[in-house]
């Protein structure tokens, strides 16, 4: 037995057309993604499709287990909360990782990029290296001899 013979007609219309809308939407949205043909268009379509589809969709489980339990479940707004708050933001850092990776190119910068830091410490033989090439550079300042 499914939810589905718990509801009556009119609501099983209204969830099934909100599934409907909303798959819909988030298809045309995956469509666009594929489509589309510069990368800041991919990052545009996406964005309505999931959030509109996502949007539907949770409306239409919220109705669906409310009235079959009948009581208010509202715990699909938290899925809904994440996701629309998340896919945004995702396609935002994206769209600017690529925009800095653009500039970057046109402007021709070749950055070279630094080296990882240690996690561990350095050997012992590397602290005294440094340590006596500090004191010796401290001692050549106080006797005003140039460094090396």
């Known amino acids: 037995m499914t939810h589905l013979h718990q509801l009556p007609p009119w609501a099983a219309l209204v969830v099934a057309l909100f599934v409907v809308i909303g798959a819909t939407l988030t298809l045309l949205g995956g469509v666009g993604l594929v489509r589309?043909?510069?990368f800041y268009q991919r990052l545009h379509?996406?964005?309505?499709?999931?959030?509109?589809?996502?949007l539907l969709i949770i409306l239409a489980s919220m109705l669906m287990?409310?009235?079959?339990?009948g009581r208010a479940v509202v715990h699909e707004l938290m899925i809904g909360i994440f996701i629309m708050a998340t896919t945004p933001i995702t396609l935002l850092m994206l769209g600017r990782a690529a925009?800095?990776?653009?500039?970057d190119r046109k402007l021709g910068h070749n950055e070279a990029v630094?080296?990882?830091?240690?996690?561990?410490?350095?050997?012992l033989d590397d602290i005294e290296a440094e340590a006596e090439a500090g004191t010796d550079a401290e001692a050549g300042a106080e006797t005003g001899e140039p460094r090396p």
């Open 36 to 38: 589309l043909k510069s």
């Open 45 to 54: 379509a996406p964005t309505l499709g999931y959030s509109y589809g996502t």
């Open 114 to 123: 630094p080296p990882r830091r240690r996690t561990e410490p350095p050997p």
């Open 65 to 69: 287990f409310s009235l079959a339990e």
């Open 99 to 103: 925009l800095r990776r653009d500039r």
